[in-house]
Every structure is written in structure tokens, then in C-alpha cells.
Nanobody
Framework: VQLQASGGGLVQPGGSLRLSCAAS????????MGWYRQAPGKQRELVAA???????NYVDSVKGRFTISRDNAKNTVYLQMNSLKPEDTAVYYC?????????WGQGTQVTVSS
């Protein structure tokens, strides 16, 4: 299984970005996809996750600003990030969880700065 993430970049505070992550390989329907992030000097944290059936979960700091969604036909997960803040600056990693296995995409840098 491979995951390919895209969509990071530099944005001003209050701006928006959309991350995408496409999974390929042997993927079963009972899976969870989502995004973690890691800021310099901090531990990696779960940002948002979504089950195959569409149940979502968010870290409190992004609720109301970020929206996770997925296209099961394309095995792709998206993260729409609005009202971005400097504290959202981090490397964002997509992941796919299937059973006892977790797969990770390469990180994509998100920088929120004026």
C-alpha cells in the first residue's frame, strides 16, 4: 500500500488550503484514513480521521475550521483547512489504518505566516 499526499504550501493567517492523499495497492473497505501533523519540537498529533462509512473525528483545536472527507471510489482522503492559524504550521502526514497495520504517506509542509 502506498499513499501520496499533496496540497501543502505557504498561506497567510485566515487563509485556506486543501490537502489530498491518494492510496493505492491492496486496500480493504474496513479502513480508516486521516491526517496527523508534527510541528517542530512537538509530538505528532492526530488532526482528523474518517472511517470508510464516513464517521469523522477531529482534534479540538481544528473543530469548526477543518473538514475531512473521502472518496472511497478513489481511495482518497481530503483535508479542507480554513481559517488557518500560525499554530497550524506543521508537516502533515496522511495515514491509512487497516486492521493492525498503518500506512503513512510522505509529509507535506503547511506553513501559516504573514
Amino acid at each position: 500500500v502506498q499513499l501520496q499526499a499533496s496540497g501543502g504550501g505557504l498561506v497567510q493567517p485566515g487563509g485556506s488550503l486543501r490537502l489530498s492523499c491518494a492510496a493505492s495497492g491492496s486496500i480493504f473497505s474496513r479502513n480508516v484514513m486521516g491526517w496527523y501533523r508534527q510541528a517542530p519540537g512537538k509530538q505528532r498529533e492526530l488532526v482528523a480521521a474518517i472511517t470508510y462509512g464516513g464517521i469523522t473525528n477531529y482534534v479540538d483545536s481544528v473543530k469548526g475550521r477543518f473538514t475531512i472527507s473521502r472518496d472511497n471510489a478513489k481511495n482518497t482522503v481530503y483535508l479542507q483547512m480554513n481559517s488557518l492559524k500560525p499554530e497550524d504550521t506543521a508537516v502533515y502526514y496522511c495515514y491509512l489504518g487497516m486492521g493492525a497495520d498503518n500506512y503513512w504517506g510522505q509529509g507535506t509542509q503547511v506553513t501559516v505566516s504573514s
